[in-house]
């Protein structure tokens, strides 16, 4: 069955643009996650969807990073005025709903901000 | 963002070794995690676990869940080149909105046939 999918798989930018990143989730999943991943790191959360909902935004860094969620379906994650420091792996999960249940993870999409 | 410590950062190991790594936390969790992601992958559940002190396996791996609910360990036995990787354990913390992961830094396992 298909996994979880995220476009577009590289996306290079220069500093001050404004990038989309797509989350396409498992069909029937009502959680999604976004996470980041940089160089060598580990995963850092970022904002939480319930359906259309973010009830848990708080790991957004800052106010040029924002996210939307349609039809309880697809999300997008919007990095407005992009910086040196935003280049890294951006990574989608979802889940059958909240709570516990497993997190199943996109391959994500590589930024690079020239 | 908060992280977890884990160790080691990376090992490089013969085939047919056993491998242990970590993970240690200044606060509690009640789920502990590890996930292995492949290069341009994202990570895959290895090993769920749900009680302080449960010890699980799952084929050559083993993972418990320290007592404290601050600590993890993730055992390979008989290494196979296909466990080639990084290693990540996550914290989640099911009281908090939407259960977020709470990731360590990350294990490179090089295993040399």
């Known amino acids: 069955g298909a996994g979880v999918s995220q476009s577009p798989s590289n996306k290079v930018t220069e500093k001050g643009k404004d990038v989309e990143l797509r989350c396409d989730p498992i069909?029937?999943?009502?959680?999604l996650y976004w996470y980041r991943q940089s160089l060598g790191q580990g995963l850092e959360f970022l904002i939480y969807?319930?359906?259309?909902?973010?009830?848990?935004k708080s790991g957004l860094p800052s106010d040029r990073f924002s996210a939307e969620r349609t039809g309880g379906s697809v999300s997008t994650l919007t990095i407005q005025r992009t910086q040196q420091e935003d280049s890294a792996v951006y990574l989608c999960?979802?889940?059958?709903?909240?709570?516990?249940?497993?997190?199943?993870f996109g391959p994500g999409t590589r930024l690079t901000v020239l | 963002g908060q992280q977890l410590n884990q160790s080691p950062q990376s090992m490089f190991i013969q085939e047919g070794e056993d491998v242990s790594m970590n993970c240690t936390s200044s606060?509690?969790?009640?789920?502990w995690l590890w996930y292995k992601q492949d290069p341009g992958e994202g990570p895959v559940l290895l090993i769920a676990?749900?009680?302080?002190?449960e010890l699980t396996s799952n084929g050559r791996l083993t993972a418990q869940f320290g007592i404290t609910r601050k600590d993890s360990f993730l055992n390979i036995s008989a290494s196979i080149p296909s466990d080639v990787g990084i290693y990540f354990c996550?914290?989640?913390?099911?009281?908090?909105?939407?259960?977020?992961?709470?990731f360590g830094e990350g294990t490179q396992l090089t295993v040399n046939p």
């Open positions: 999960a979802s889940s059958l709903s909240g709570g516990n249940n497993e997190q199943f």
């Open positions: 069909s029937g999943h009502t959680a």
């Open positions: 969807f319930q359906g259309n909902s973010a009830p848990d």
């Open positions: 606060s509690i969790f009640n789920t």
């Open positions: 676990l749900y009680k302080a002190g």
């Open positions: 996550a914290g989640q913390l099911r009281e908090t909105s939407g259960s977020r992961l709470t």
